[in-house]
């Protein structure tokens, strides 16, 4: 079974703040996605990377960056500094890359999410 | 590109009477939706999954008769709660993976629906 832990519940900072968020994940698959999304308060869920397994680049898109270390099954997200309207809770996903149209193919499994709220 | 349209935003109804809202993919063919329900400060619980053409594919626990979806083309997919009662309150998201290309492995999603049964 797949499984995301975004261990950090709550992260407050101080506008200009550098932060990391923090994602673990689990899976027997060789080959998967991994996916962060923002949901800003209006509830819209906002695609911001995908990422392959067998592509262990890093990525820097303006103030985020995301780090993929296979190694210890983890994928974090850096915002750098940070702005008010980086205040969203923020979901980091894993799905499936199998064959299209399997059962499970292009299930998410999200984590619980990570509250950040960025004070100007 | 890769706009999900969600309606209504908002509905509130009484108990007993059935909801339907709508899914659909503005720019791009949607060969599989996705709905969600999401619960105050928790993460997403997908419902079920949905091909065009197709009976959708209910989770374990999710009530098809209560929930029933319709994908009768790449760019809609419909969600009716039937006979609704103050427990379906809650806010409900779909998503949509396109048919070929970059889009075919990423989920986009609306903007949620709100729903609340009094």
């Known amino acids: 079974a797949q499984k995301v832990t975004q261990a950090q519940t709550e992260i407050s900072v101080v506008e200009k703040e550098d932060v990391t968020l923090d994602c673990v994940y689990e899976t027997r698959d060789t080959t998967y996605y991994l996916f962060w999304y923002k949901q800003p308060p209006s509830g819209e869920l906002v695609f911001l990377i995908r990422?392959?397994?067998?592509?262990?680049q890093n990525e820097i898109s303006g103030r985020y960056s995301w780090n993929f270390q296979k190694s210890t099954s983890s994928f974090n997200f850096t915002i750098t500094a940070s702005q008010v309207v980086d205040s969203a809770v923020y979901f980091c996903?894993?799905?499936?890359?199998?064959?299209?149209?399997?059962?499970?193919?292009?299930?998410?499994?999200f984590g619980q999410g990570t509250i950040l709220t960025v004070h100007p | 590109g890769a706009v999900v349209s969600q309606h209504p935003s908002r509905v509130i109804c009484k108990s007993g009477t059935s909801v339907k809202i709508e899914c659909r993919s503005l720019d791009f063919q949607a060969t599989t939706m996705f709905w969600y329900r999401q619960f105050p400060k928790q993460s997403l619980m997908l419902m079920a999954t949905s091909n065009e053409g197709s009976k959708a594919t209910y989770e374990q626990g999710v009530e098809k008769d209560k929930f029933l979806i319709n994908h009768a083309s790449l760019t809609l997919s419909t969600l009716t709660v039937t006979s609704a009662h103050p427990e379906d309150s809650s806010f409900y998201i779909c998503s949509a993976s396109g048919v070929a290309g970059y889009l075919r492995d990423i989920q986009y999603f609306g903007a949620g629906t709100r729903l609340s049964v009094l």
């Open positions: 996903a894993l799905s499936e890359a199998g064959r299209a149209g399997g059962t499970s193919y292009g299930k998410l499994t």
């Open positions: 990422r392959n397994s067998f592509d262990e």
